[in-house]
């Protein structure tokens, strides 16, 4: 298979998966006697990434495979060709899957304590339904309390191919850093509560969120659509990242 073709059949599967693709099922797609070496598929896919620099849409590497997107500055106008209200997440939410994020593997009562507020059912509810969180063992203490990691479909959500991307707890520090493109994740740094705050305004920003209000966080009867937020906290609207 020329690179020609080769490049039209990566383009043609992205649109049509509908989901990021991996390597190996584009690899799966060719016959065996056509089938492009590991290099030649990653070299089409380069130069579609780079033919599609100066487009609406781009193509970026999640942790699955290969997605086709909407690029950011065309999101907002693209997405009133749907009607539905888009889900609604609160502060608290962000936070909490931050936390998740940075501190993993980390227990539902050390979330807790760094927060100062108790975690609202609703809030985990609503993180598992949206398979962003696991659990990935129990703490070998008392009660041996479940350890919550993220998921393939956290890092796909947001973009990301792996929490190396995230931005580091140290660079957090100064929250003029927010929306700005930061590179490999720290190590042992402690998570204060400006960070934790800067960490869940990065991931606000990379699901283009909008602020609207919120009832309080630890409340388990709220909306389905909605969950708690703690006194001062707004909740955020995310969009699925259009394909």
């Given amino acids: 298979m020329n690179e020609h073709d080769l490049k039209h059949l990566i383009e043609a599967t992205l649109l049509a998966a509908g989901r990021p693709v991996s390597t190996e099922q584009l690899l799966g797609l060719c016959d065996e006697r056509e089938r492009p070496t590991i290099d030649e598929l990653r070299a089409a896919l380069e130069i579609l990434a780079t033919e599609y620099q100066s487009r609406g849409i ?3 590497e999640v942790a699955s495979g290969w997605r086709v997107q909407v690029r950011a500055r065309c999101a907002d106008l693209v997405s009133r060709l749907w009607q539905e209200r ?3 997440y609160s502060r608290a939410l962000l936070e909490t899957l931050a936390l998740i994020a940075y501190r993993q593997p980390i227990t539902r009562s050390e979330i807790e304590e760094i927060r100062g507020v108790s975690i609202s059912s609703t809030i985990m509810r609503t993180l598992q339904e949206r398979n962003w969180i696991r659990v990935v063992g129990h703490r070998e203490v008392p009660g041996h309390p479940e350890l919550l ?3 393939r479909e956290f890092l796909d959500y947001f973009g990301l191919r792996s929490l190396d ?3 580091t707890l140290a660079e957090l520090r100064d929250v003029e850093t927010i929306g700005v493109q930061l590179e490999l994740p ?5 998570a204060e509560p400006l960070e934790i705050e800067a960490a869940s305004e990065v991931l606000a920003e990379d699901a283009d969120v909008s602020v609207e209000a919120a009832p309080e966080d630890g409340e388990d009867n709220a909306s389905p659509s909605l969950v708690a937020s ?3 906290d707004e909740p955020h609207t995310l969009t699925d990242p259009p394909l």
Avoid: A, F, Y
């Avoid at 720290?186 to 402690?190: C, L, M, N």
């Fill in 58 to 60: 781009e193509l970026i």
């Fill in 86 to 88: 888009p889900s609604r």
């Fill in 149 to 151: 990691g993220t998921t």
């Fill in 165 to 167: 991307q995230l931005p």
């Fill in 186 to 190: 720290g190590g042992e740094v402690p």
């Fill in 230 to 232: 703690s006194d001062d």
